[in-house]
């Protein structure tokens, strides 16, 4: 079973910060937040990743709460080509290295 | 350039067959992984590998067979026994894990194989 939940689907203006949510309520002190984005039927692909601390890179930022039982994925200027199915998934970076993906939330942006 | 390649990329199948797909990677990655996505929905892990000749069932392992003889290597076979085979299969691996980094190893993925049962 997947370790997190998200709503099964989004709408934003674009232009607009699309704020996705994952909860992650059962995480352990030595899992990561990872957060990948798949759009139409190709591999997805890495946006961000976080342990404990915010995160921000080129594409996204991540907020993740201070006990660590959810997370969100901020798209600061949603476009049209962010529209996407985005995965928020938890890895425990051990020898059994599970990575267990959920549905995901359906992201779309609206014109 | 280092990178995952699965072949076929389209691939029909008859019922009653056994069918294998390719997953190879140049990447000298340690961990590979083997998904299944049908229309419209998530990612389920068929099998995984953290090390070659080890491996473990994942969430819907039923009616597939994996082996990892080769490090490079992570084949996926569709037996018969797979019901409802039809599907978008996706490989994935991962580096070596790196204790020292404070930032996690990302997954890479290949671009996926579609098999039809005709």
């Known amino acids: 079973d997947a370790k997190t939940t998200q709503p099964p689907s989004m709408d934003c203006a674009e232009g607009r910060a699309a704020n996705l949510p994952c909860n992650h309520s059962?995480?352990?002190?030595?899992?990561?937040v990872y957060w990948y984005r798949q759009i139409h039927s190709q591999g997805p692909q890495y946006i961000i990743h976080?342990?404990?601390n915010n995160e921000t890179n080129e594409m996204a930022s991540l907020i993740i709460t201070e006990d660590r039982k959810s997370s969100t994925l901020i798209l600061p200027h949603a476009t049209l080509r962010d529209t996407a199915v985005y995965y928020c998934?938890?890895?425990?970076?051990?020898?059994?290295?599970?990575?267990?993906f959920g549905k995901g939330t359906r992201l779309h942006i609206l014109p | 350039d280092g990178g995952i390649t699965q072949s076929p990329k389209y691939l029909f199948r008859k019922e009653g067959q056994n069918v294998t797909l390719s997953c190879e990677q140049n990447l000298n990655h340690d961990a590979m992984y083997w998904y299944r996505q049908d229309p419209g929905q998530g990612l389920r892990l068929i099998y995984y590998s953290q090390i070659v000749n080890d491996f473990q069932k994942g969430d819907i392992a039923e009616g597939y067979s994996v082996s990892r003889e080769k490090k490079e290597s992570f084949p996926l076979t569709v037996t018969s026994a797979q019901k409802n085979p039809t599907a978008f299969y996706l490989c994935?691996?991962?580096?070596?894990?790196?204790?020292?980094?404070?930032?996690?190893?990302?997954?890479?993925f290949g671009e996926g194989s579609w098999l039809t049962v005709v």
């Open positions: 059962t995480i352990s002190g030595n899992e990561y």
């Open positions: 998934i938890v890895r425990n970076l051990n020898r059994d290295d599970k990575i267990i």
């Open positions: 994935a691996s991962i580096p070596p894990l790196d204790r020292s980094r404070s930032s996690g190893n990302t997954i890479y």
């Open positions: 976080g342990l404990k």
